[in-house]
């Protein structure tokens, strides 16, 4: 006697082009592109290859930061001390570079100390049991501290060889910055939908408990999402830092605001278990794009500040919509969708 197998039913075309305009990444885009029509219809320069490509490149240092926040919001933690261990890894880059220590070498050494960062903070949420809130705040404050005592407030040149970071320009006038970042949103999107990882930083956020019964090593995946927030910082800083070409001591303040709200209008929800690198890219977009209406516009900065503060709310009020319609994962098909992933 033959077994009946159940078919999950065919969706049509129709139901397709229904959930893709659902999706919040859509209608973020239309956003964008509704506001890009209005600022060019009221400024010409808008529209030119040069402004959008400065927009861009004005995007990549937080929109790299937005790419682990997004990861961190996902699996109910937040990070607030991004700018400054920012700060710190390019500091640290160099005040090695200073030092003799090769170019290439001083880069990884910048870029690892933003890892360690991250390592640091997730250990101490972690093990400490401390909420990831006053342990990032803390963190804020140690590693800008380190970037005074390391410079003692005095900028440090950035190796000329790593120049073309941040100032290079390919295939016809694409910064070499935008590039990077393009591929890690594409890589933190496959890290975060293709993964074995990605899966457990979303079950984590959605039900503790659950993913816990589904024996998936919470702590450990929330430190790694911590280093990984710390490592993309310490990339950040290193593109930041070869854009003006020194780094101080300074950089990055106040940049925590802006990389959450990246995420957050992105659809990283604050209650966790949701969130998208695609639309962590598009926030950040969103922001550039408001940023440089104002500045062609010549509209007050107080006016520029409260409009996005205003998205950032907008997008928050969204989120609270939204969590009504969310599904918790049992723990049965929890275990059900790491076993699918783990075979695929």
């Known amino acids: ?46 529209l030119r290859k ?46 090695a570079y200073g030092n003799g220590v090769n170019p290439w070498l001083a880069m990884v050494i910048g870029i690892g100390v933003g890892a360690l960062c991250g390592f640091a903070v997730g250990s101490v949420v972690v093990l400490g049991r401390v909420s990831s809130f006053i342990v990032t705040l803390g963190m804020l404050s140690i590693a800008r501290g380190l970037t005074q005592l390391l410079t003692g407030g005095l900028p440090q040149s950035m190796p000329s060889e790593l120049s ?8 016809g006038g694409i910064p070499v910055s935008v590039i990077i970042f393009m591929v890690l949103v594409v890589l933190g999107q496959l890290l975060l939908t293709r993964t074995v990882f990605g899966l457990r930083v979303t079950a ?15 702590g450990r995946t929330r430190i790694l999402t911590f280093v990984l927030i710390g490592t993309l910082a310490g990339v950040a800083g290193i593109v930041f830092a070869t854009q003006v070409g020194v ?15 990246a995420a957050v209008i992105g659809g990283a929800s604050l209650s966790g278990g949701r969130g998208s690198i695609i639309g962590a890219f598009l926030g950040a977009c969103l ?6 209406a104002f500045i062609l516009l010549a509209l007050s900065p107080f ?9 950032i709310v907008l997008a928050a009020l969204f989120d609270q919509w939204r969590q009504g319609n969310l599904r918790h994962l049992s723990p049965a098909r929890l275990r059900q969708r790491l076993v699918a992933r783990q075979k695929a």
């Open 287 to 292: 922001l550039g794009v408001l940023r440089n």
């Open 50 to 95: 040069d402004n959008l490509y400065n927009v861009l490149q004005t995007v990549v240092v937080v929109g790299i930061i937005a790419v682990g926040q997004t990861f961190v919001l996902i699996s109910k933690e937040i990070d607030l001390s991004v700018g400054s261990v920012l700060a710190l890894s390019a500091v640290s880059a160099g005040t």
């Open 204 to 218: 984590i956020g959605d039900n503790d408990a659950a993913a816990r019964t589904g024996g998936i090593p919470v």
């Open 1 to 46: 006697m033959m077994a009946t197998v159940a078919q999950r039913p065919e969706r049509s075309w129709k139901d397709g082009a229904l959930s893709l305009v659902k999706r919040q990444e859509t209608g973020l885009l239309g956003v964008i592109i509704v506001l890009a029509l209005l600022v060019s219809l009221a400024n010409e320069n808008f």
């Open 164 to 171: 073309f970071i941040g100032q290079g320009r390919v295939f």
């Open 247 to 261: 780094a101080e001591a300074q950089a990055g303040m106040g940049y925590e605001l802006d990389v959450i709200a």
């Open 303 to 311: 006016l520029q500040q409260l409009s996005i503060g205003l998205v």
